[in-house]
């Protein structure tokens, strides 16, 4: 599948005349809805109205990339608009570009939107690619661009390709400040845990755990300097400081794993669904990687 498979006549605005990103994003909507493209117009307008400003890929001087999941639109659709001066982004007043690209697809396109996504941001950082569509002076010429024609989107990819093979892990004897000073060394926000023997995983440890069993303590030494009285269970395992949790009584039991072999849908669909954006990645139990949403993003929109 070519990038301009995704690209039609009907869905390009030359000149565009907006003065802001949000502005050329009701356009392009606007021109999708007249071309019969969205089948829930108003469902469409509401998102973009109420959901603004959605994560959107910025190409350095050259374009927006604001884009959309909602089943206001039955298949992926895209609308391209160059305009004739800067478009100014409402986010960051002193960041322009000519080019806008929208993109909206409904939930179950989820792998096939991220594809087009990190294909158009690839495309785009390329100068070259980006003169010739300025120069466009229709919608033809836009969508017959040989550069865009010579853009194959990713082959369906797997858990395999996209996850970060090396894996910080920690062990259930270990304490949560002993997890939190390794989360703040390395900068990372959750850590597979393994049993001590067999190296299986048995539970995972987030920033939300630290701050469940942690914050508390350290809210009440702000506000009062008094130290706050243990808890029952907390006596019962000699943990004067919550920081000497151990791993074991602080993890979540229940972690939703990948396999090596998943394809990006998959997770995408994981993603959405169960709103949760980092998975262990196991083979027979034991942990082989890790696969976070930015790892996803990294992965389809590095050249």
């Known amino acids: 599948m070519k990038l301009t498979d995704v690209l039609s006549p009907e869905h390009v605005i030359v000149p565009l005349r907006a003065g802001t990103v949000k502005e050329a994003t009701e356009r392009l909507a606007e021109q999708l809805i007249q071309a019969g493209a969205v089948a829930e117009p108003q469902r469409l307008n509401a998102v973009i109205r109420h959901t603004w400003p959605e994560d959107m890929v910025s190409v350095g001087e050259h374009a927006f990339l604001p884009h959309f999941r909602t089943e206001a639109v039955r298949r992926l659709v895209t609308a391209v608009g160059i305009s004739p001066a800067p478009i100014r982004w409402e986010k960051d007043p002193h960041r322009a570009a000519r080019i806008v690209i929208f993109i909206v697809a409904p939930l179950r396109d989820a792998a096939l939107y991220l594809q087009v996504v990190g294909a158009f941001a690839r495309t785009l950082s390329d100068p070259d690619t980006v003169l010739a569509l300025l120069a466009a002076k229709t919608a033809e010429q836009v969508v017959h661009l040989a ?76 506000k009062t300097g008094e130290v706050r009285a243990l808890t029952r269970s907390q006596v019962q395992r000699g943990a004067a400081d919550p920081g000497a949790i151990l791993v074991k009584d602080a993890m979540a039991r229940s972690v939703l794993c990948l396999s090596e072999d998943q394809t990006l849908s998959d997770v995408a669909n994981l993603m959405s669904s169960k709103d949760v954006d980092r ?23 590095a050249p």
């Not at 259930?172 to 000073?181: C, D």
């Not at 990372?188 to 630290?210: F, K, N």
């Not at 998975?279 to 929109?301: K, S």
């Open 147 to 222: 550069a865009l024609d010579a853009v194959q989107l990713p082959s369906q990819l797997t858990v395999r390709d996209i996850m970060t093979p090396h894996v910080f892990t920690v062990r259930p004897s270990q304490t949560l400040g002993e997890v939190a000073h390794t989360m703040i060394e390395h900068d990372i926000r959750a850590m597979p845990v393994v049993d001590d023997d067999s190296g299986a995983l048995i539970g995972m440890v987030t920033h939300r755990e630290l701050l469940r069993h942690l914050m508390p303590d350290f809210l009440q030494r702000t």
């Open 279 to 301: 998975f262990p990645v196991v083979r027979e139990g034991v942990v082989v990687g890790f696969l976070t949403r930015a790892d996803v993003v990294r992965r389809l929109i």
